[in-house]
């Protein structure tokens, strides 16, 4: 089993940044990908982004040039940098890992584990 512990979170101006950390750990060697994603109030899961073990990324449309995804595999922690932040951000930001070796990591179906969630509310 893998356990996963968000912070990062709390509450910010539009156009302020915040970075979010995700702390694995349990049998995080068979950790493949790992993965952002957010809920806000009345809306499904939403997909942010993802990185492989090797280090690929991908993100959405809606973050893309804004949100930087990175992880640190010797720390076992994955980072999510989020800047030029706006209301359309707010939401619980949850992370996931996945086991090897899935083919798609922007869907919540293709990943294993998950945390709780950190809150991130932006301000206008």
Sequence with gaps: QVQLVE???GLVQAGGSLRLSCAASGRTFSIYAM???RQAPGKE???VAAIRRIG???YADS???RFTISRDNAKNTLYLQMNSL???DT???CCAATKPFRAIITTPDGYDYWGQ???VTVSS
């Design 7 to 9: 912070s990062g979170g």
């Design 117 to 119: 969630g950190t809150q």
């Design 86 to 88: 706006n209301p359309e």
């Design 35 to 37: 993965g952002w994603f």
């Design 63 to 65: 973050v893309k040039g």
């Design 56 to 58: 690929d990324s991908t």
């Design 91 to 93: 939401a619980v930001y």
């Design 45 to 47: 899961r939403e997909f």
